[in-house]
Nanobody, 127 residues
Framework: QVQLVESGGGWVQAGGSLRLSCAVSGRTSATYVMGWFRQAPGKTREFVAAIRWSGSITYYTDSVKGRFTISRDNAKNTVFLQMNSLKPEDTAVYYC????????????????????WGQGTQVTVSS
């Protein structure tokens, strides 16, 4: 079993920055992939970014490329999402998620393929 706890959400003006953290506990392995998703009111859950637990491969949805950076600290069992140049449309509940593996060449964006989820953290960007 894997437990995920997000933190770092809050309120920020457009153009500002926030850094989300996801503390990971339980049994993981090098094959795990960690993802960030978000869900705005009335919308479906949307893939934001993902990173493999080992190696350096990262994935981003087009709308956040160049603004968001996903990273991890394996020693601290923590995954981060650095969000810069925030826009009002980034307002959502952000969720950390983990999946047991991902074949090379496959997309990590399908939320139904993730095995574990955190409780979410609210990010609000005002214009």
């Amino acid at each position: 079993q894997v437990q995920l706890v997000e933190s770092g959400g809050g309120w920020v003006q457009a153009g500002g920055s926030l850094r989300l953290s996801c503390a990971v506990s339980g049994r993981t392995s090098a094959t795990y992939v960690m993802g960030w998703f978000r869900q705005a009111p009335g919308k479906t859950r949307e893939f934001v970014a993902a990173i493999r637990w080992s190696g350096s491969i990262t994935y981003y949805t087009d709308s956040v490329k160049g603004r968001f950076t996903i990273s991890r600290d394996n020693a601290k069992n923590t995954v981060f999402l650095q969000m810069n140049s925030l826009k009002p449309e980034d307002t959502a509940v952000y969720y950390c998620a983990a999946r047991r593996g991902l074949m090379m060449g496959r997309s990590p964006s399908a939320y139904g393929e993730y095995d574990y989820w955190g409780q979410g953290t609210q990010v609000t960007v005002s214009s």
